[in-house]
């Protein structure tokens, strides 16, 4: 359950955070609502921003994805996206949906104008690791930076919360989310899967220059600080172009 906060009722916190999303990632952006221009942060505004054409080359290979979630071997790519995620059916809580990186319905109004988002798991049934890294491009770094300030200021409302994944076909599932971490402009927090055996994601989101990066790491007690690595490595790969 939510703790509540200031003594205003836990989902109206939300509901104001999330407006704080849309506004404060569309100031200064020119964006539209429709998500196809927008703005993004960063701390050197004299960058030129990232080009959409460049994305892909900021995802991690898969050795190197194998490598942060401390596997034996390369997590293959499973999927490669050029849209965003749309998990509203499954989840629904739809303030806590920021557990899916590359979420639609987190950045819609944003002005984002790009995003690659790729899964990489082994093969089913078997597999021991399951991660998505994106990368969103917004039209300047101003907006990047401001999604990010607001995702800190929302991401914390969901903390310590109980949130359901529908699974037809079989039963639902149910996450804890653990306390959120802001450190050096990494936000970070892991979901435990109830009665799930160490099952857990690891969620990190920071921003550089004009590209917000999304990552979910998932594996049976994970290791420790994976999408915080993941994120910090495409980070520095954005800030050398």
């Known amino acids: 359950m939510f703790k509540g906060q200031g003594g205003l009722d836990p989902s109206k916190r939300l509901a104001v955070a999330a407006a704080a999303v849309v506004l404060l990632a569309g100031c ?8 196809t221009s927008g703005t993004s942060g960063s701390t050197a505004p004299s960058r030129p921003p990232v080009a959409a054409d460049a994305l892909d080359g900021l995802l991690l290979s898969p050795a190197e994805i194998g490598t942060a979630m401390a ?19 499954g989840k629904p809580d739809k303030n806590c949906r920021f557990t899916q990186p590359a979420e639609s319905t987190i950045y819609a109004s944003s002005g984002w104008k790009a995003v690659r988002s790729q899964e990489l798991q082994e093969p089913v049934p078997n597999f ?6 994106a990368v969103v491009q917004f039209p300047d770094a101003k907006g990047a930076s401001n999604f990010f300030k607001a995702s800190a200021e929302f991401w914390p409302l969901c903390a310590n919360h109980e949130y359901q994944v529908l699974s037809p076909g079989g039963p639902d599932k149910v996450f804890t989310m653990g306390p959120i ?5 990494v936000l970070s927090t892991t979901d435990t899967l109830q009665d799930g055996n160490g099952w857990a994601c690891q969620r990190a989101l920071t921003a550089s220059n004009n590209v917000v990066v999304d990552v979910a790491a998932c594996a049976t007690n994970p290791a420790a600080g994976a999408a915080v690595n993941i994120a910090r490595q495409i980070a520095d790969k954005v800030g050398k172009l």
Do not use: F, R, Y
């Open 181 to 185: 971490d802001n450190t050096n402009n």
């Open 28 to 35: 200064g952006s020119g964006g539209n609502s429709d998500g």
């Open 71 to 89: 596997a034996d071997a390369e997590v293959p790519v499973k999927a490669t996206l050029t849209q965003m995620a749309d998990t509203s059916a």
């Open 128 to 133: 021991a690791h399951h991660v998505i890294q």
